[in-house]
């Protein structure tokens, strides 16, 4: 959807100026950015662009959840990031690749703002807080991902599923008024042994343990961290 509605168009601008993301832009560099950007709405499943394509545009996920990963040299898929709703991507290789360095697949439903990356690239040229801002996103997924590594890195496969759950509450949880932390998005087994690097059985089994021991609750395909 191009934003040719007046009142889309002033939606939108009125959402990214209060983002931290492009709050640092004039409003005519904004008004670029609106003029050149386009809504689009996904299914769950869908693949948004493939690791190794020309890396054309930069998304910003306005609702729903998403999932990065790339395939190694065996062909397996390694998991890289997940990307909730009010974040932008992709960071790597910014300036620098032709090409996605990675994979991403919709988890939900998703709705993205889609910006052309050389205008994206332009713009943090021109603008050093947005670049600021840029590098400490970057930040936190070098920081995100050297922990994730730091918590996988165990032969126990309970402690694995334990940390894949933890790991998915810090991305894209909500926590609770009780201390709680709820992932708000269905999340099947088989997805979890993805993330564990665990058979899809022996999550079913851990996930069980953890349940008994008061850990988590997962209904529905809902998981609910009650003990951190």
Known sequence: ??????????????KMKRHPEFSPLSDEDLDRVISA????????GQVLFDQGDPRRNYYFLISGVAKSFHWDENGDEQLYLYIRSNKGFPYIGLFEDENYAYSVETMTEVKLAVIPI???ETLLRENPE?????????SSIINTTETQLQRMVTTSAKCRV?????????????????????IPYPMTLIEL?????????????MVQQLVAEGKVQYSRKYFKILSV
């Open 1 to 14: 959807m191009i934003l040719n509605n007046k009142g889309d168009y002033q939606l939108y601008r009125s």
């Open 37 to 44: 950007m386009t809504i689009k709405t996904f299914r769950r």
């Open 118 to 120: 050389a205008l994206y």
């Open 130 to 138: 947005m670049m600021v801002n840029a590098i400490r996103e970057m």
């Open 162 to 182: 334990w940390n894949a759950i933890w790991f998915l509450g810090q991305q894209i949880g909500d926590k609770q008024d009780d201390g709680t932390v709820l």
């Open 193 to 205: 042994s993805k993330v564990s690097g665990t058979t899809r059985e022996t999550t079913s089994l």
